[in-house]
């Protein structure tokens, strides 16, 4: 992993959180992408990404293409999807049925 360059999707999740984390410590640098407010200040070795739509092209695009400029390269994306499930209260604002048709 060391000076790979990844993107992980979902990165202010409970897991997301952990494989950041694990990224960072073996000497990746890590571009993070998530639809919740970004928590971290950009560094040479982290960059956060957030309020990122991901259902939205041109956003996803965008976010991608300065976590490139930020590093010079990718060289992998993680992805940490959210869950959906039936029934259950919804906790932001989401358009279900646009996630789920993606």
């Known amino acids: 992993m060391k000076g790979n360059v990844f993107i992980i999707t979902g990165a202010l999740g409970a897991l997301g959180k952990v494989v950041t984390e694990e990224a ?31 259902t939205d092209a041109a956003q996803a695009k965008e976010a991608i293409d300065a976590a490139a400029a930020h590093f010079g390269a990718i ?3 993680e992805r940490f999807p959210i869950t959906l499930r039936r029934n259950q209260p919804r906790r932001d604002n989401f358009d279900i049925p646009r996630v789920r048709s993606v």
Request: aromatic share 6%; proline share 0%; net charge negative.
């Open 75 to 77: 060289d992998a994306l």
């Open 24 to 54: 960072l410590s073996r000497g990746a640098r890590v571009a993070g992408i998530d639809h919740a407010e970004s928590q971290f200040a950009a560094t040479a070795q982290r960059i956060e990404f957030g309020r990122i739509d991901l």
